[in-house]
């Protein structure tokens, strides 16, 4: 389940079988926030984050100004290329006895990463619910806060970015898309060759056809848990009734796919299909803008929600800063850098707060967002539906493959 770097921690650790690890100190106190302010002024934060956007060290730069000004704690990025990068470190020097001072201070993480760490015991927390700015945090509409790709975080990461599957319409020439599963089957029926998705490994395709199983499915549920092979036909027999029925009638009858979704996009782009979808709910506007797309396209979300993760924070156990690193994750999850980061001139992040939650002021900054032609704002996307556990992604990746007849 945790891939290659959770083979890594096994390993590591069978080697120091018998050695007593000890257990992390649970200080600094979350629920003294005062006390962790008290300890955190003067901090420097070495968070580490993958660096390769522009956009995102230009914010976190500005947050590190932030919270200096407010807090007296300097945020340096340690930028890398992949979290798994971090994460070793911190298993290192774990391996090497060092259970406080470590050189990761706060790790921008999600997925595998997050769930190898947890298992081998690298986080310190619980914190994430003890954080004064968690009362804004959408818990009940975006679930995902707390549930990274089917893994409970239990307060060991704190959410600060979420992502979620929109579709795409040009407005002109179709003016009222299809908002559900069966009315997407019932429209490419009416209109055979307007509608793809990339061929499946693509993370995007995949994601479609796990969109698909959620709203076909008899128990949901079940997905939240590993694939139970005695039970695994009988479950995704809808699933694969409904692409027979739909596979006919995609874009070149379904014999062949694009690649990925700049692939797809172009298909849009060029008026071949009608319908797209993408992971950013700010990819049309950004689009459009670019002049790839004509200004009439917009984004809609289905009905009943659609998928959606989110982009998290932790703090390794042997931290030497941890109290400055709970003001820095408490800091993402202000009203006021969250908005920042909403807006499409800065991140155009999805915002992992409840707007119902925020005072007039902060709702305001939202609000005043130009958040693109074509973008949804953040209270009309909808439930964001719970990631499936990965062995279902998997799974039906390579059923697909063969059922379809798609070469890899």
Do not use: C
């Not at 230009?58 to 990025?77: K, P, S, Y």
């Not at 993370?203 to 056809?209: H, P, R």
């Not at 202000?334 to 909403?342: F, I, K, S, W, Y």
């Amino acid at each position: 389940m945790f891939t290659k770097l959770g083979q890594i921690i096994a390993v590591a650790l069978a080697i120091n079988v018998g050695v007593q690890i000890p257990v992390a100190a649970q200080t600094p106190e979350p629920t003294n926030w005062p006390a962790v302010l008290d300890q955190a002024r003067g901090q420097t934060v070495y968070w580490h984050a993958w660096g390769g956007d522009p956009r995102i060290n230009d914010f976190i730069e500005w947050l590190g100004e932030t919270a200096e000004a407010r807090h007296g704690v300097r945020v340096q990025q340690v930028k890398l290329a992949s979290t798994s990068d971090a994460v070793t470190r911190v298993l290192s020097e774990r391996a090497a006895g060092q259970d406080s001072g470590g050189a990761v201070d706060l790790i921008w993480i999600n997925g595998g990463n997050f769930a190898a760490m947890k298992s081998a015991d690298l986080l310190f927390g619980p914190f994430a619910e003890a954080l004064p700015n968690w009362r804004y945090v959408d818990v009940v509409g975006k679930p995902a806060v707390a549930n990274d790709f089917t893994v409970p975080t239990d307060g060991l990461e704190s959410p600060w970015a979420m992502a979620q599957l929109v579709f795409e319409h040009d407005s002109a020439r179709l003016p009222n898309p299809p908002r559900s599963a069966a009315a997407l089957l019932e429209w490419a029926r009416a209109n055979p060759g307007r509608f793809t998705f990339p061929q499946p490994p693509d993370y995007l395709g995949t994601t479609f056809l796990k969109q698909i199983l959620i709203g076909v499915i008899g128990d949901a549920r079940v997905l939240q848990a590993p694939v139970d092979p005695a039970q695994y036909t009988a479950q995704v027999a809808p699933l694969w009734r409904y692409l027979d029925d739909l596979t006919p009638h995609l874009w070149r009858s379904g014999r062949a796919f694009p690649a990925n979704e700049p692939a797809l996009a172009q298909l849009l782009a060029d008026g071949e299909i009608a319908l797209s979808f993408a992971f950013n709910p700010g990819r049309a506007s950004a689009a459009i803008a670019d002049g790839q797309l004509p200004d009439t396209v917009r984004s809609f979300v289905w009905q009943g929600g659609t998928i959606g993760n989110a982009s998290f924070v932790a703090i390794p156990y042997n931290a030497a800063h941890q109290a400055g690193a709970l003001v820095v994750a408490n800091l993402l999850l202000d009203p006021e850098v969250q908005a920042r980061a909403a807006d499409p001139n800065v991140l155009g992040f999805q915002t992992v707060l409840n707007m119902d939650a925020l005072d007039p002021v902060a709702r305001a900054r939202f609000d005043r967002l130009d958040l693109g032609i074509a973008t949804l704002a953040p209270a009309d996307l909808g439930p964001s539906l719970l990631e499936p556990h990965p062995s279902w992604m998997e799974q039906i990746a390579k059923d697909w493959s063969l059922r379809y007849g798609i070469a890899q």
